[in-house]
Every structure is written in C-alpha cells, then in structure tokens.
C-alpha cells in the first residue's frame, strides 16, 4: 500500500496507457467479442526497454510463448492484444496465427517483427480468426494517437464491467516522469501470477535488468496478492514498457529507482485492487490482513487461504458477519498457530479475542461486512509479521457468468 | 473403486448404521434445527473397540477433541450427535457443554461416561443449548431400536437434502458380517480429511489397532478423494466401531480383513460419493479420473486441483463442454508435465489430442456434461500412476445457500 510520504511525490495526470512521454494507443472492433472493441495496439515512438511476468501455468498460450522470449532481449516497438479468443491449446496452428499476427502489426507499423509483442485473452481452445486479425491490425495502426489510450482499455476486456487504468507523474530532477497502465480481469484470477494482462508504459528511461527487477517487485505487492476465484489461466501476462523519452534522462540512482518503484507499486496496486472490485459478479471488495504471524508466508499462506474461501466469500455476499467460516479457512491453510491467541475484526468490531466469541455489537458487525468494501482482519498473536491480500465476493452473478460463457 | 471381483462377496443389506448385530440408534428433534430431527443417538449392547480419522483444521470443536482422546483407547458404548451447532471456537464453555453431553448421554444409558463419543456440526460460533440438548438426550435415548436409523440418519444432517447410508453383507467361515454406515455433507467438503460426519458400524470382531489402520486406509480412497468446496471444517470426523457381535469371531486372518477392508471400502466410497451427488445445490456428480502420471501423488494433486476450479464447476453448470478450463486447472496445479502429450476425454468424447484441441462431435460432447453424472478423464501419458477424485457443479444455488445460512 502506497504510505503519505509516497502519495506526496505522487500525482495523477489523465492520459491512461498513452500519458508518458512517446507512447500511443488505439482500440478497434474486428469482432472477436459480440460488441465493442476487441483488438488493441500499444505503440512506442521509440524502441523501448521491456519487462514481463508470465503465467505459470504449465499450458502456455501461444502468445505468452512468443512474447516472454521477446520481453528484455528486444528493444520493443509495440504490443498487439486481442479479446475474445485466448489462442491457447491451439497447437501449431495457434503459433503460427500468432506469429503471423505480429508480423502483419510490424508491417503496418512499420517496424521489425521482433519488436512487436502480442497477448490475447478469451476462451481456449479456438483458432484465431486470422482474416478479422488482419483487418483490425491494419486499422488499429491507421488509429493510433495520444488520444485512443480510452479505447485501447476497452479493447482489451472480457467479462470486466469497466475499463482499469491509471497514469502517474512524478519529478526527478524537477522533471516528471511517468507511468501508466492498463489491466483486465475478472475471472481466473489468482495468486502466483495474477492471471490477467497488465500493460505498463513509462517515458522513464531504465534498462532492462533493472526495470524486470522493478516489476517483478511491484508484481508481487499488488497483482500477486489478488484473487478472484483461485484460477489461474493460460495467458497471464505484466508487461512492462520504458522508452526513455522523458527529459529526466537515466533512473539509476537510489534515490531516483526509489521514487520509479513507488510509482509503479501505485499502478499496479491501483490496477490489482480494481480488477477485484470488477471480479466476475463482485458486488464487494474484500481487503483480508494477516497480523501477528511468526513470518511473511505465513501470514500470505493464511490470507490467501481466507481469500480464496467459497464459503467466506459466499457470506460475504450475503452480508452476513460469519466469523466462524473465516477462522475455520484460516484453520485449514496448512500453517501451524495457536487457536487460543486468535482474535479476529470485521471492520471495527472485533469479534473474536482469544480463540473464541466475544461479547461484540451484532449489528455493528453486520454493517462492517455490508458495504462495497469489507476488512477483515486476523491478529495471530505470535509474531511481528504481516500480509495484506484482496479479493471479492461470490455472488450467484459469478455463476452465472460463468456457467454460460460459452466454450 | 470396488472391482468386480470384490462385488460378488459383498450384498447390500437393509437397516442402515444399525443393520450390524448389537447395534441400535435413534433419532429426535429437540429444537436446534429449524425443522426435523437434530439429535442421534447411537447405542452398542456390548462394548466396541472404535478407530477414527478427524478434521486436520487448526480450530478444532470441543466434540472433535474430546472424541479424539477417547478414540482407541477406550472401550466404547454410545456416539452423541448434534446438528444445527457446531460448538466450535466456543472456548471453556463450550468445552463443558461438550462434556456435559457425554455425562448426560452416559446417564441416560447407564454407561460409563468415558465410553461415550460425542459429535456436533452446524453453525460455528453458538453455544450449545444445553436444556433443549440435555431432554433431547433422554427422548433418543427412550427411543433406542433397531429401527431408529432412518431417523438418526435425517438427525445428523443441515444443509443435505437426503439422508446417505448403507448396510452391506459379507460371510466369513460361512456366518455373515455387517459393515454399515451414515453420513452428513454438504458444504465445507474438501480433501485432507473429508469435511463431515461419518459413523460406521459393524459386528465384526476387531481389535483398535487393526480397526484404526483398516479406516484410514477406506478414508484415503473414500471421504478424502472428494470435494464440495475446498473448505475444511472444524468438526469433520470418520467413526468406526467394532462390537464382535457376529458369529464369525475374529477377523484376523489376511483373506478375512481383506473382506472386512472390500467391505468397509465400499460403505465409505457410496457414502463420499453420496455426499458429492448432494453438495451444496448440487445438480450433477463430477468424477475426474487423471491417468498416464508419473506417480500417484502427481495424478490425485491434478485431479484435486480440476475438482477444486470453480470455472469447471460452473461450466459443467451450465451443461458447457468447456474442456479449456479443465486444462488451465491441471496446468496450474503444481506438477510438471508435458503439456504437448495431454490427452482429454468427455464421457466417450475425446476432445484434446497432444495438448491442443482435436476434431470431435461438439454436441455429443456437450451430451457427456449435460447428464446427471459427468466423466471427465486426463491422460497425461508420462507414466502409469492414476487417481480418481469427486465433485460436484457449483451452481447459483449454492451461492444462495451459502449467503443465506446465518450465523
């Protein structure tokens, strides 16, 4: 979480995807989705330093393939995304279409095909429709200006209800510099890489040793501690660009990274907690802190555990304060703790002391769990460490969606 | 899985966890619930040599850790069950309760309290009511027959929509044995330890020791191969006892355990799947058979993690032969494979061939997900070693249940 002394060299300028310096956008139809635009271009004036986190998943769509043996040996020109279809568990047919959707995005753009990186997003198992790719490419690149960061943002989702984006100025050297980005969730999303796409931008200029090193730690603070619904998909991606076209010149200083680092971890931490707040049928953010724990893992282990909960989540939807199923996941995370030095708080109420019920206002905490964001946290009473993790709830809405997004 | 060969020794018998000799149960309602019986009794006329498996949860209910110490060690008479109150994080009090219904129970039966076994599932959090349990108590047990199953069967439930049991029948030196069994769900189930009740009987002569590894062993192919929702409980617990009373004497000899073993396997593999086919809104049975892995371990964690997705549980919802996400599920779930030798069938359907998606009958595949038990099988084709796991859809009933319950 970003502290005050981050937030007072921090500001927020408008721009999304396109706000740093260099860097421009366009969104189309091409019509992979039933409505709105699903092909997104990202394009920078100049070669850009690059870095990227990538699914774990042992199947890898295609584009994740191509693009992470890109991603820090390129200097990278642009990133070509499409919605709809993931073009995962396509074979060597997918490889090729995409493949081929990156050439057709240099050629148009005029560039080298090894400086164009690709992502795509939707359901597996489908070939690419290479003739509709095609076309929106050729018009994507006609589009591209300052001004198509919006539609790029739109171009980009699935089930999300509303576009994530964000956009960061800070001064070095008096100076700004800047970082932007945009994300999509909303279902499959889940720690140990946050199962959705992230696109990055900064006019920062940072080579890419040290702009992977930047990420991965931002990664970690933010997309990595989100869950939906504990599914992690083919086509993850966080990619990272920096052009250098900010006048700052070099981030290497201390000082300098320091200030870069708090400006993405406020993106990204941005990005990650609004993908929740959009999870497939959300209607609530749920922040879960652990406190309390003899280490970091542990505290994780057992936010997480709490976090991914059908039954936590569930009750949470029902606005029902049912403590009982938090302590029960937090008991099952597979880390050893006392259950009698266990207290627990929904919001300010806090309704557990000592391993069991407390005297506590039942209306107050029915209120504490009923409102678009809900805290619950856990104090384990056996050390100084602690972990924060977010996620929503689960509403009959999230089947729904679910049940009939069709194969 | 019972193979034909242990079939034709085995027959299912009627009469339910009281069909063993020396055996009887009751059922009543003493208002814990908000409709139906809520109090089982379950009565040995001889003293019964008992084994048990219990919740691995850190929060453990008072019932769970008293009828842990007792479990082997003491000779046993009597199991007390509640539902509608789990007696969980309940603290001291909540301990004495415990206690007090095993004192109550004993009293009632004239039997030495530490003979008495004591089990509870429900809300966490409430104390038990001890007047209403404390004259539920001596109603069940003025009520004690042979004919009492049925209703101890519908007393032990919450959310489940019917009561799971059987009673089957072996010989053994030409005079018959019993195994029976009861059994409640339907939320909170998961791998590592079942998350539920279980009571099993049986007139064999048993001692502890053997009692408690043949149990474990039907466990580990029964209640711990399924899932309902990945949460653990703090109440789950398997109870087996042994009074001696058929005929046949001791079960001591290889080819007499491994009938008892066929038969105790096959109690506990109707009542998990039971439990499955009555999750939580429930509207199809989801068995995931992994195959071709490198070794058990490998198969049962990939079968778990595909049972645990909850996108596969929607889809197959939605009668959706979305076999993508049952490949992005085995992909996340922690084991290397090669993803180009993967194969994946539907039923009869073979739909993935070498990792990538392979011509086939769409609406014959739709056919194999739409019924009211679903097959779906993964071959990995890196070794020999497979697994069998169980689950159900997760359906917009679920949700509803699980936001309603009230704490």
Redesign the interface.
Known sequence: MPTSKRRHVLREVRGGIGAPCGFEAAGVRCGLKRKGPDLALLYSLSPAHSAGVFT?????AAPVLITRDRVGRERVRAVVVNSGS?N?????Q?HRNALRTVEVAAEALGVPPRSVLVASTG????QLPMRKIVSGIRRAAAALGPGGSEEAGKAILTTDTRPKSLAVEFSLDGRPVRVAGMAKGS??I?P?MATMLAFLTTDAHVPSGLLQSCLARAVERSFHRITV??????NDMVLLLANGEAEAGKVTTRHGLARFQAALDRVCTHLAREIVRDGEGASRLIEIRVGGAKSQGDALQIARTIA????VK??I??G??????V??????AG???E?ELVELWLGQVRV?R????CRHDERAARRAVGGPEVVIALGLNAGECEATVWTCD???E???I??????
Do not use: Q
């Open positions: 774990r998943n042992v199947f890898k993931a995962a568990c396509t074979g060597t997918g359901v597996i198992g489908a279902g499959m889940a140990s619904d504990g599914d992690t998909s083919t991914g909960s059908p039954l569930t009750a939807a029902g029902d304060p049912n403590w009982g199923r302590l029960a996941a937090a008991g099952r880390v050893e703790f259950p557990v000592e391993g069991a019920v689960l509403t009959a999230y089947v729904r679910n049940a009939e997004y069709h194969t």
